[in-house]
Nanobody, 111 residues
């Protein structure tokens, strides 16, 4: 199973990006989520969404980021980006007893 992220890049402060994530095979997508690791820091939760559509956000991104899913694709709409949002963003999928991670996509917020 491959988990593929896309949509990262370089953006100025205040800008927006949308990340996407999809699995290479059909899975029961129990919980999908985004995590990030900033330089010199541990990986942290950004947002999760359950199969039923329940969402959860880190306090640092509430009101700026929106997680959603359509069919088997998960999205993270990131608005009002700040330099401290710079990190590698990872997609995570929980399917039964299995956990899958993507390779990560770099998001850099800089002027």
């Amino acid at each position: 199973v491959q988990v593929v992220e896309s949509g990262g890049g370089l953006v100025q402060p205040g800008g927006s990006l949308r990340l996407s994530c999809a699995a290479s095979v059909s899975l029961f997508l129990e919980v999908m989520g985004w995590y990030r690791r900033a330089p010199g820091k541990e990986r942290e939760l950004v947002a999760t969404i359950t199969q039923g559509g329940r969402t959860n956000y880190a306090d640092s991104v509430k009101g700026r980021f929106t997680i959603s899913r359509a069919d088997a694709v998960m999205y993270l709409q990131m608005n009002s980006l700040k330099p401290e949002d710079t990190a590698v963003y990872y997609c995570n999928i929980l399917s039964g007893s299995a956990t899958y991670w993507g390779q990560g996509t770099q998001v850099t917020v800089s002027s």
